[in-house]
């Protein structure tokens, strides 16, 4: 597992040029894109645009007002609603695939898109079920000639590379443990969270196909609270705050230190529910390790929600607020703490020190995350900082803490290969695999 997980983090830092792609009208890269609404799909489009060698060939979305006013900016890109029919009816019309569907549907279209040849954008995090871990990981495999992007667009600006190096370079001394905090939601829930309660089944929205919304899983009905919107706390269909933050927050230590699979995982709760991702979860990850970056061969990696972050005074910290969003990696020669925006703040024997005089620092760029993914599949020399070789690492740390709160206080001793808790048959059966519907399958069994 350790040389897989070598061998993943070497790829992602690997510039050589990638095979180019077979450029549509005018040589532009032809991009099918897979959801179009909500806020984060919009978004990743405009910047996509932005570069003058994209073209929007393809627009899918189950919600017909979404469809129409994305096909209203793109009138000569084909559309459709099922995702399955862009590639079984439009398939030579385009180079490039991104995927923004709510999280139970981003591994299928994903894994649809590398089987057919095409390069691939996902929207984080990566998977949805442990067993999709492994799962991507085959498909990865299979399509090693692809180019790869999870959207991880935090990592693009100077400040979190900067905190990358501070740690993988060892300015602050092997590494001992990792604190990673998100603020929130709200109890009651936020704009894309509920925990009102399961509703009682209702219609759907006339412009909402409701069964090509639910894709890959089994048939439900319709509830409010629960699609199209606010399904990022829903046990079915999100990940929960955990794994929605995973691809932003632990991208840090895990690019700095290289992290194997974890092997055990813990969280505890006083907010378990039938309905939804647990709320105040306080989860431990295990990792062996080896090395000059580690002051152990164990390293511990703690995730938690509602801004739970770590003891200042227990860190040699003075007194102050961490704010509700945070990673921290503390290492023995120093603390480094940095915000998901990237500003970045160094301790040395307690006191805050000028990070930027730190003897060793090395020169970053910041470059553009979305661009970068077109410029490396058009063959040119670009980083695409977080593939899904990575991605999907990041994804597996965030759901193993999401779904072991269904177990609070218990130590469940994960094995990726065999995609089981070795220690409890029953979190194996219940938290690790979903059943597809048909036709909705993973084209790359895990």
Known sequence: MAALAREAWGASRALSPAPRARPGRLGKLRIYQIGVGGTIAPHDRHELTQHPDVEIAGLCDVDSDALAKASSEFPSAFTCKDFRDGFTKH???????????????????????????????????????????????????????????????????????????????????PAREAYVWVDGPPDDG??????????????PPANLDWELWLGCTLDAPFREGLGPIRWRSSWDYGTGQLGDWCTHLLDVPYYALELPSPIAVQAQTHWPSDFYHAQHVASTLTYPVSGPRFATDRFVMHYCDKGQYPSRAALGLPAGNFGGTGT??????????????????????????????????????????????????????????????????????????AKAARYPGQELRWDLPSLSFTNNEEATKSIVRREYRSGFEPPYPA
């Open 91 to 173: 398939a030579d019309t385009f180079d490039a695939v991104i995927v923004c569907t709510p999280d139970h549907n981003h591994c299928v279209p994903m894994q649809w898109s590398l089987r057919a040849g095409k390069h691939t954008y996902g929207q984080k995090p990566l998977v949805q079920q442990l067993s999709e871990v492994k799962s991507m990981q085959n498909a990865i495999a299979a399509n090693p000639s692809l180019v790869t992007q999870v959207g991880n667009q935090r990592m693009g600006p100077e400040g979190r590379q900067h905190a990358v190096n501070i740690v993988r370079d060892g300015l602050l001394g």
């Open 190 to 203: 936020s704009f894309y969270f509920y925990y009102g309660g399961l509703k009682e089944p209702s219609p």
């Open 328 to 401: 921290l990696i503390a290492c023995e020669g120093g603390v480094m703490h940095v915000t998901p925006e990237g500003n970045v703040t160094v301790w040395i024997d307690g006191k805050e020190v000028d990070w930027k005089k730190l003897s060793g620092l090395r020169a970053v760029q910041a470059r553009n995350h979305w661009h970068s993914w077109v410029d490396k599949i058009l063959g040119r020399e670009a980083f695409v900082q977080t593939p899904f070789s990575v991605g999907v690492q990041l994804a597996e740390a965030g759901l193993l803490c």
